[in-house]
């Protein structure tokens, strides 16, 4: 038997337990992991919650991260004792995920957690953290350097915020951190943050072309938020659209890159190609100390998940929980 968090439908209405499952009802896949770790991301919460429609198939084991050892493998490139980690790749939304002490999945969907990561730190960077990554690298494979001025992050305090703010201090960025928690100044400042402002001065609607202030922008809120953003984005600034914690839509002009030149680049961290991927992990691994994760993560046990699912599309969690499965 093994715990899981099981989403289930009937009648149209969703309902979320914490289930006792036996393991010949996992999916069918080459790869059995022992499950040691996974984490909240904002996704997981509106599966969880079925604010959004993120599950495709019924039942559901959400968890789009998960980290811990391989226990069997048919798998070429597995064997068992393998330390891995897994993001993304449509698991937790249409092929069951992490929030489970075991997994089954595609070998090609797995990658080798870092040698200097446990499974636990794996997860206090899970896909959010990791997507930070994946913007901070092409910010620069776009051509930022520190010179160039100062970097907006929006959602601050969340997942994707608080990583983004430490990779970009630690590559000596000079950071403008945009956050609601204006009591988070003291955690935003210690992760690297220069300047903490208000969201709301990026909330409401504004002029199409603003005063240049920021060389480049790593948005996780879209909405009005990425517009004023994108007004706002100096000559040649460049910035990364990777969420919707405002919204999903997107009230902006062409101003600002029609006539500024300013770039957008999307980010999508699910499907990503693995020479995305390893860069993105490797940054991680070369530039997040223990102090740091240590300083965004919090852990809870599977039980507390439905809730934590709650308060992360309520806003109301700092950096990022991590979930021990076992504890
Ligand atoms: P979190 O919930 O941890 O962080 C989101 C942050 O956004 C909040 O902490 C809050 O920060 C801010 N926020 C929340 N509500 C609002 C609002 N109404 N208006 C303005 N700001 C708001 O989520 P994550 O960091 O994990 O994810 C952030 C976004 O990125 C989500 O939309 C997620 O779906 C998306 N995402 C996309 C990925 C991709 O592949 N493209 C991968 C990972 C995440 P503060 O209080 O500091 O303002």
Same mark, same amino acid.
Request: hydrophobic content about 45%; aromatic content about 8%; overall charge positive.
């Given at each position: 038997m093994l715990k899981a968090i099981l989403i289930s439908k009937q009648d149209g209405a969703q309902s979320v337990r914490l289930a006792d499952l036996e393991e010949s009802e996992l999916p069918d896949a080459p790869v059995t992991v022992r499950v040691e770790y996974s984490t909240i991301n904002y996704k997981d919460g509106l599966a969880i919650t079925g =604010?959004? #429609?993120?599950?495709? =198939?019924? #039942?559901m084991v959400p968890g789009i991260d998960l980290a811990g050892v391989v226990e069997k493998s048919t798998s070429d490139a597995w064997r068992s004792g393998d330390r891995v980690l897994l993001n993304g790749w449509g698991v937790g939304e249409g092929h069951w995920g992490g929030f489970a002490q075991k997994a089954r999945v595609n070998g090609e969907w797995l990658q080798r957690v870092p040698e200097s990561f446990t499974s636990r730190q794996a997860m206090a960077i899970g896909t959010a953290g990791y997507t930070a990554s994946l913007c901070v690298d092409a910010l620069v494979r776009h051509g930022l350097t520190p010179d160039k001025g100062d970097v907006l992050v929006t959602g601050a305090s969340g997942g994707v915020g608080s990583v983004a703010i430490a990779l970009l201090a630690r590559a000596g960025f000079k950071i403008v951190a945009s956050t609601g928690k204006t009591n988070e100044g003291d955690y935003l400042k210690a992760l690297g943050a220069r300047d903490v402002i208000d969201r709301n001065e990026l909330a409401q609607p504004g002029k199409p072309l603003q005063k240049e202030r920021w060389a480049a922008v790593v948005d996780s809120v879209g909405s009005q938020t990425l517009a004023n953003a994108c007004a706002q984005t100096r000559y040649r600034g460049l910035v990364t659209a990777c969420g919707l914690a405002q919204g999903m839509d997107f009230p902006a002009s062409v101003a600002p890159f029609i006539l500024r030149g300013v770039s957008l680049l999307g980010i999508d961290s699910?499907?990503?190609?693995r020479e995305l991927r390893q860069p993105a992990w490797d940054r991680l691994a070369r530039d997040l100390d223990a102090a740091s994760l240590d300083r965004i993560s919090t852990v809870i046990g599977l039980a507390e998940v439905p809730n934590a699912a709650q308060n992360i599309v309520s806003g109301r969690i700092r950096g990022r929980v991590v979930v021990d499965v076992n504890g």
């Open positions: =604010k959004s #429609p993120v599950v495709r =198939k019924f #039942p699910v499907m990503a190609p």
